[in-house]
């Protein structure tokens, strides 16, 4: 478990100062306070970059191996802030952390592969405005900051759930098996509360059997608020939020240089807002050290645009990002991607009664950050596989 030794090992480490009494200690909190703004100052270096164009070309492509078990864990955070006069009130933020373990074995079609994941841990804060809505971590010792229980014991429930991935030999998700039945399971485990009764759909309006736009209204006055949470959940963890885990991007085709750079382009997953587009312009910097390995190191620098939407030139967004590929794994070893976009606000995204996008104006945006890393944390041989080798020697 060298290299989840290595991760834990490089966690940020929490400082707590307190207790201090001036007016009884002026002098040592002087000398203190000092010796902290000068470590403040002296900002931590990452490590050295090296390498030569005169090096030769490098293979930096990525793929999961049958055989092996993969711990990786993926943390979110994104950032809604609408633009409007009480900003406040409307910011919204989502922390979110979930590490799992992924067993690759060989898929009956040729080449391509079945990927087992187990969750292993969740959490997730979500606040709007300066209330925490809600609060939730799986890991031992942990208290709730809010009264709200409808995600806590749905989320406990996800803990320990299995899924099924098949991914293509080009690398992309085929098709999942489990998702919707680990759910269902899930929301089973906080039942409707006594006397809330199922919806009542109506129909708002129409144009044609194209374009039905329907309005669900729970029967005795408004619906409860475990609907709510279901709903949040069910489109948190959606398709494209498990494909990131599973598909690679940004990585050349072919072996490149040092100083090399290439263009990508494709989509990407905002959570809560679906699927934007990037294009990219990538560089292989150099080698750099990263979890204790001499990784090649990918910069990425480019657009990023909402799908389907026209927005006027001054709402372009940005995409940036770096890769650490260790090439002896032939394996991303951390990805980070940073993205900045303003979206259209959903209300006014089709025109009432047709197919026709509108485009918002009148300040009708929300600008959006987000940051999404993904990070091997441990990776060794299935159990399997390691009997069989001992039983050979």
Known sequence: MQLQKQAVEMMPKRIALDGWKFWEMAGVALLCCAALCTGCARKKAEPRITGSSSDAATSLQCAWKPGLRYIVRLEMNQFTDPEVADRDVGQHRVNFAQECQIDVKPARKEGSLNAEMTILSLSMERSKGNEIAVSFDSEPGWEPVTEE?????????MVGGKLSFLISPDGKVQNSQGVPQWLNKAFAADPRPAGARGGVTAVVSTNGT???????VAAGGGR??????VNVLRNFFSPEHFRQIFEFSHLPANPVRVGESWASQGITFISGRGTSRYETKDEFVGWQLNSNSNCARINIAGDFMP???????NKKGTFKGHIWVNTGLGFPMTQVF????????????????????????NGTYKAIQQSVSITLVDVLPLEENAKAATETK
Do not use: C
């Not at 229980?149 to 429930?157: F, G, K, L, S, V």
């Not at 409860?224 to 949470?229: E, F, G, L």
């Not at 303003?342 to 509108?358: E, I, R, Y």
């Open 307 to 313: 799908m389907g939407l026209s927005l006027p030139a």
């Open 338 to 361: 940073e993205k900045q976009g303003v979206f259209p606000d959903p209300s006014t995204l089709k025109q009432m009664g047709t197919n026709t996008v509108a485009t918002p104006t």
């Open 210 to 216: 194209t374009n039905i736009v329907r309005r669900t």
């Open 149 to 157: 229980d409808h995600y806590t014991t749905i989320m406990r429930q």
């Open 224 to 229: 409860d608020k475990r609907t709510s949470v």
